[in-house]
């Protein structure tokens, strides 16, 4: 199954000339979720080729306008394209609040569901899963409420080595097998190992988006051992006051963690306008963390 992610935004803040406010796109299988919605995540789901139509789910960090200022505008479209599937959006408190006033004031009625679900912003909580996923709440410290969240793949069914099946297995027995059972006999007896005719699956992936925060160690513990960490860097470490003071992290702290946390990879993003130049980040990240790259407008990666 497909496991990737798009970067549409890596702006903190105010935009700046090619860079835009934050919004990525995690795609498992033939779903796309969207997580934060920046102004302006319409234009660059069109220029990316991405169908809003296969957004089922959209999840909210925080209600800075910088994270969902876009939503409106990609909710407006959606409804004038004639969606009729719901639409499942995560997000604080008061996001519904927001959305419902200018819907009541634009007198737009949308055509499909809008099923919204206040997250608590503050626990580490399962609050999704469908077929594909089971995504967890990840509490940022900012200066107001404020989550990430884990993205986990389900684990995979046993795949069938063929070759050592019995012929006469039914479907049912083909299903239990894929689910790590043996086919039993009308008495309970063994007809078929599990072990003899499956082989052990690829590990299950995760993905975990942490959003604005003053950098937090107790992080680390909820996401360890992740294959792909994103973590805001919106400063430079020679501004570290600055980003205590304003509840965000640096370029090194986000790397501290990704160490911390044993990761595979980092992603860093949201960065500042006051950086025209973004190698003086990715070089201060990669000194303490090798495997980290830049979520910079249009990457995307493998998980
Ligand atoms: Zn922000
Ligand atoms: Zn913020």
Redesign the pocket.
């Known amino acids: 199954m497909e496991f990737e992610l798009k970067i549409l935004g890596s702006a903190s803040a105010t935009p700046f000339l090619d860079r835009h406010h934050t919004a990525q796109v995690l795609t498992a299988g033939s779903t796309h979720y969207l997580i934060d919605c920046g102004e302006g995540t319409q234009r660059r789901l069109l220029e990316h080729k991405i169908r809003h139509q296969r957004i089922r789910t959209v999840f909210i960090s ?1 209600l ?1 306008g ?2 969902f200022f876009g939503l409106f505008g990609l909710l407006g479209t959606m409804h004038l394209h004639g969606r009729t599937e719901p639409l499942r959006l995560f997000g604080p408190a008061g996001l519904d609040e927001v959305l419902t006033t200018q819907f009541r004031h634009s007198h737009t009625q949308l055509n499909f569901e809008l099923e919204f679900t206040a997250v608590d912003t503050e626990q580490f909580a399962e609050v999704f899963d469908d077929a594909q996923v089971t995504v967890h709440t990840l509490p940022m410290r ?3 409420p ?1 989550c990430g969240y884990l993205f986990r793949e389900k684990p995979r069914r046993r795949p069938l080595l063929k070759d050592k099946l019995p012929a006469d297995l039914t479907p049912a027995q083909l299903t239990a097998l894929t689910r790590g059972e043996d086919v039993l006999d009308a008495d309970g007896q063994v007809l078929v190992r599990n072990a003899d005719v499956t082989t052990t699956p690829r590990p299950p992936r995760a993905y975990a988006y942490c ?2 925060t003053l950098y937090t160690e107790s992080l680390a513990e909820l996401v360890h051992g992740v294959d792909l960490l994103y973590h805001e860097a919106t400063f430079l470490d020679d501004m570290r006051e600055r980003a205590a003071s304003t ?1 965000h992290s640096t370029a090194r702290q986000a790397a501290q963690l990704a160490r911390r946390a044993n990761v595979q990879r980092l992603l860093i993003g949201h960065f500042s306008s006051r950086y025209r130049d973004l190698a003086p980040l990715l070089a201060e990240a990669k000194t303490v963390f090798d495997w980290t790259e830049l979520a910079t407008e249009g990457l995307t990666v493998a998980i």
């Open positions: 925080h800075h910088d994270h900012h200066r107001i404020c959003s604005d509840h």
